[in-house]
């Protein structure tokens, strides 16, 4: 029984002048020439038939890289083509975009297979363009555009954060209670963002050099735009941890005060009241010899002298400036 193929999202085939056309998916890589333009096959990383197919076609490593359950961006040259791994901001319906989501693709000359778990939208939109008839001319324009449209998606993200972290300073301060859920949930968003943006930023300028893959001019400079684009977004991102901190350290200084400024009332209130407590549990202890015990207006002595007591006391307290 022959094994079951993998079902590809899209699979195009690219001609040499930038003519895009659905194909089926090739039965053996090896046939297709890499002067006739390049194909461009992208997977559902969780298509269980995927492993095998690719195992059939690629080198293990090539394979492990592709449908590896963890990745991290990078960019390295291996068995004669290129792994590179990206990241992209979650743009799905009902998704936090902090969740950033991978894009894995193995690359030679005529060849660009690529794998995902969830959806991006920087991939889809080139698989939108070439269902319409227009296609990256070539593997560098492919990987140009693909890593110009992650980076400025990811630079959106990151000014919407920016925004929201001016809008909490000024809410600091105001010193608005609402502020801790927010100040936790703007710091959690730019942690997972950092997480995957600075070796992203590495990998896109490893990419750019044209070290790792020759490039045309004009797409070594749209890639040498992204990775600027990266490294400025990384920087963004850098500040707004350390703005986010800042606010953090501020909330904490006026809970600390505050705190102090409470425990200080409540020890001067004790103060007072501790000679009063003294005089009630003296006048309490109940036993023979209690002067006053049959006077008729000896209860009102004693309640006027304990106010004027705590009266003294409270004046003596301010004139101290202890109040």
């Known amino acids: 029984m022959p094994e079951e193929d993998p079902k590809p999202i899209c699979a195009f085939a690219v001609s040499a002048d930038g003519l895009p056309k659905a194909i089926p998916l090739p039965k053996d890589l090896k046939e297709h020439s890499a002067s006739a333009g390049y194909i461009w096959l992208h997977f559902d990383a969780t298509d269980v038939a995927l492993e095998k197919w690719l195992t059939r076609q690629l080198p293990v490593t090539v394979v492990s890289a592709l449908i590896q359950a963890e990745t991290r961006p990078r960019c390295d040259r291996i068995e004669g083509g290129l792994i590179l791994n990206l990241r992209g901001v979650n743009l799905n319906p009902g998704a936090d975009a902090d969740d950033m989501v991978s894009v894995r693709l193995w690359v030679t000359e005529g060849l660009i297979i690529s794998a995902r778990v969830r959806k991006i939208w920087a991939v889809d939109a080139i698989r939108q363009q070439m269902v319409s008839g227009k296609a990256p001319a070539t593997v560098s324009a492919f990987l140009a555009e693909l890593a110009f449209g992650l980076t400025k998606r990811i630079e959106q993200v990151s000014l919407e954060l920016v925004e929201n972290t001016d809008a909490l300073e000024e809410e600091a301060l105001q010193a608005s209670s609402t502020l801790v859920s927010v100040l936790a949930g703007l710091r959690h968003s730019v942690i997972k963002l950092r997480r995957f943006v600075r070796p992203q930023s590495q990998a896109i300028s490893e990419l750019s050099n044209g070290r790792a893959w020759p490039l045309d001019p004009h797409y070594a400079g ?3 735009e992204a990775a600027n684009q990266s490294l400025r977004t990384m920087e963004e991102l850098d500040s707004t941890s350390d703005r986010l901190q800042a ?9 600390a005060s505050a705190l102090g400024r409470n425990s200080y009332v409540l020890s001067v209130v004790a103060a007072i ?6 005089l009630t549990g003296l006048f309490g202890i109940n036993v023979g010899g209690m002067p006053g015990v049959e006077a008729a207006y000896g209860f009102w002595v004693v309640t006027v002298g304990s106010i ?12 101290l400036k202890w109040l």
Do not use: S, T
């Open 308 to 319: 004027l007591i705590g009266l003294i006391l409270f004046l003596a307290f301010r004139y």
């Open 247 to 255: 606010i953090q350290d501020q909330l904490d200084v006026m809970h």
């Open 273 to 278: 009241f501790l000679p009063l407590g003294f």
């Open 222 to 224: 749209l890639l040498q």
